[in-house]
């Protein structure tokens, strides 16, 4: 489809190149993705309650009572130490990161919705997205959590 919505004109010598980089591009792409969601999705997933698959992580971590080391009170007590501590490195992105951000994980837009809700481009909201994912990542990893 790539190949025939941006290239339809050029002549056809050079459709076999131009597909073979469309191919290469979309799978990297593939699987940038898949490696930034299953980081999120690791680190997210011990903040959702087992039984509620559409939770959201920041809702649910003051509330969850699931497992016996989260109902107690000292379990509770480190979920909100955590939440509050990833909230404030949130806040610290730069504004159009942490736009990005949540947009893109929090509310679970596509890339196409983020780019048309932030007035920029595509390629933008990857490049904001993946400087908040590294930056999160450094940010926890430096005061030494790990989820």
Known sequence: MK???????????????????????????????QKVRSTWTTLFSSLTPADDEDADPLETLQHEE??????????????SQLLGLIEKEIEKLPPRQREAF???YW?????????????CSEGS?????????HTLAAALKAKGITL
């Open 125 to 133: 909201v990857k490049t904001h997205c993946s400087r908040a994912t």
């Open 102 to 104: 949540l947009m893109r």
């Open 3 to 33: 190949l025939a919505e941006k290239y339809g004109d050029k002549p056809v010598t050079e459709l076999p190149m131009l597909f073979q980089r469309i191919l290469q591009n979309t799978i990297r792409d593939f699987y940038r993705r």
């Open 107 to 119: 509310e679970e837009m596509d890339i196409a919705e983020t780019a048309a809700a932030m007035g």
């Open 66 to 79: 699931g497992s016996k080391a989260k109902g107690t009170p000292q379990g509770l007590f480190e979920q």
